[in-house]
């Protein structure tokens, strides 16, 4: 498995943009496909968006479509979220997940990874 390290959170105004970074250990990184999923309080985790281990798929939340990308580079065996036009309804906790070859299961169910991150918080003020 990889070891996966987020950063990038914190709190921004409505309207603002901030840019996830999670860190992965290891040369396996550019064989997993990747999420982003986000857990606020009182809430279920919820798939935010996915990458696969080429980056020529991307999956992505109705709920931040057209405002959120996705994108890695295993060169630096590291996957970003480039969130823009934050609304508050988009605070939460960020979790960076990976998904192993053969690892089965849907992209879009915290079920179809095997490896998290701690979580990075982000904060919208309105």
């Known amino acids: 498995q990889v070891q996966l390290v987020e950063s990038g959170g914190g709190l921004v105004q409505a309207g603002g943009s901030l840019r996830l970074s999670c860190a992965a250990s290891?040369?396996?990184?550019?064989?997993?496909?990747m999420g982003w999923f986000r857990q606020a309080p009182g809430k279920e985790r919820e798939f935010v968006s996915a990458i696969t281990w080429s980056g020529g798929s991307t999956y992505i939340s109705d709920s931040v479509k057209g405002r959120f990308t996705i994108s890695r580079d295993n060169a630096k065996n590291t996957v970003y979220l480039q969130m823009n036009s934050l609304k508050p309804e988009d605070t939460a906790v960020y979790y960076c997940?990976?998904?192993?070859?053969?690892?089965?299961?849907?992209?879009?169910?915290?079920?179809?990874?095997?490896?998290w991150g701690q979580g990075t918080q982000v904060i919208v003020s309105s």
């Open positions: 997940a990976g998904k192993a070859p053969g690892y089965t299961g849907t992209y879009y169910s915290a079920t179809g990874f095997g490896s």
């Open positions: 290891g040369r396996a990184f550019r064989n997993y496909a």
